[in-house]
T-cell receptor, first 115, second 116 residues
Framework: EPEVTQTPSHQVTQMGQEVILRCVPI?????FYWYRQILGQKVEFLVS????????KSEIFDDQFSVERPDGSNFTLKIRSTKLEDSAMYFC?????????????FGEGSRLTVL | AQSVTQPDIHITVSEGASLELRCNYS??????LFWYVQSPGQGLQLLLK??????LVQGIKGFEAEFKRSQSSFNLRKPSVHWSDAAEYFC??????????????FGKGTKLSVKP
């Protein structure tokens, strides 16, 4: 069964460093998403991406964050200068794009720890 | 603002007992409603969804949920819980406009423990 894959599964970084989280969505899907889950808190929407551009972003997704789909298969989330509060599990998700029937498929997540 | 409330943070049930996990939402229009399950160290797996039509929806693993518009609720049920159902369960509301159908608002989750 096709699945969304994410790498790395766990990354530890120093505050102020740049981090790139990678995702390979399901191949025939058209919409891509990043969510995050701070430990013990709810899963929160960060950004949606369609047709090579951001279609929606939350207030969490500030100038420190960026996304791109560099090669038609990978979908990346970059955090330019990490802060302690960026420590969280980051989930990538994709959606095939059928109106009113779509199901989000989530990856297993990338845990980011900022020291 | 849209919100999802799962009033129970942690529930423990005996194996074989019935289960109901509560979910209430606040949203002006008819929402898309979802239940996801997250096992330890795993991603989120869709259990079931409601978009329209029959208000009682069946999902995977023997789960079902009922949409009650008058109560703004979408409670998840299972008649007989198995030990493998121990996980965290998230209710979510999808905002139903355009390409943002994947913008989900999640509840805080209910952790389910199953005792033998």
């Amino acid at each position: 069964e096709p699945e969304v894959t994410q790498t790395p599964s766990h990354q530890v970084t120093q505050m102020g460093q740049e981090v790139i989280l990678r995702c390979v969505p399901i191949s025939n899907h058209l919409y891509f998403y990043w969510y995050r889950q701070i430990l013990g808190q709810k899963v929160e929407f960060l950004v949606s991406f369609y047709n090579n551009e951001i279609s929606e972003k939350s207030e969490i997704f500030d100038d420190q964050f960026s996304v791109e789909r560099p090669d038609g298969s990978n979908f990346t989330l970059k955090i330019r200068s990490t802060k302690l509060e960026d420590s969280a599990m980051y989930f990538c998700a994709s959606l095939r794009g059928e109106v009113n029937t779509g199901e989000l498929f989530f990856g297993e997540g990338s845990r980011l720890t900022v020291l | 603002a849209q919100s999802v409330t799962q009033p129970d943070i942690h529930i423990t049930v005996s194996e074989g007992a019935s289960l109901e996990l509560r979910c209430n939402y606040s949203y002006g229009a008819t929402p898309y409603l979802f239940w996801y399950v997250q096992s330890p160290g795993q991603g989120l797996q869709l259990l079931l969804k409601y978009f329209s039509g029959d208000t009682l929806v069946q999902g995977i693993k023997g789960f079902e949920a009922e949409f009650k518009r008058s109560q703004s609720s979408f409670n998840l049920r299972k008649p007989s819980v198995h030990w493998s159902d121990a996980a965290e369960y998230f209710c979510a509301v999808g905002l139903n406009y355009g390409g943002s159908q994947g913008n989900l608002i999640f509840g805080k989750g209910t952790k389910l423990s199953v005792k033998p």
